[in-house]
Nanobody, 118 residues
Framework: QVQLVESGGGLVQAGGSLRLSCATS??????????MGWYRQAPGKQRELVAS???????NYADSVKGRFTISRDKSKNTLNLQMNSLKPEDTAVYYC??????????WGQGTQVTVSS
């Protein structure tokens, strides 16, 4: 089992920045854990991948956030982070942290709201 707790969401004006963090209940480099990621879900829309990072450190971004968002890990704090710059109103959503175990189903955090005003 892995517990994930997101923080850092809030209200920001367009063009601003936010940094999301996801605290995990155990080492993010545990041998039984694979990729980690950030997803988001806007009202009336499906949950979509924002960014992911593999166990080896390779990253992947949705086209809509490339060049603006950066995913990273902090081994000492066991956190997954998402630096979001140049935010747009269309980035407004609930953002979820996830981790994929080697065996079993994906773990999810409870989500944190990000609202970007125009």
């Amino acid at each position: 089992q892995v517990q994930l707790v997101e923080s850092g969401g809030g209200l920001v004006q367009a063009g601003g920045s936010l940094r999301l963090s996801c605290a995990t209940s155990r080492s993010i480099f545990s041998v039984d854990l694979n990729a980690m990621g950030w997803y988001r879900q806007a009202p009336g829309k499906q949950r979509e991948l924002v960014a992911s990072i593999t166990r080896g450190g390779s990253t992947n971004y949705a086209d809509s956030v490339k060049g603006r968002f950066t995913i990273s890990r902090d081994k000492s704090k066991n956190t997954l982070n998402l630096q979001m710059n140049s935010l747009k109103p269309e980035d407004t959503a609930v953002y979820y942290c996830s981790v994929d175990p080697v065996y079993g189903s994906r773990y999810w955090g409870q989500g944190t709201q990000v609202t970007v005003s125009s």
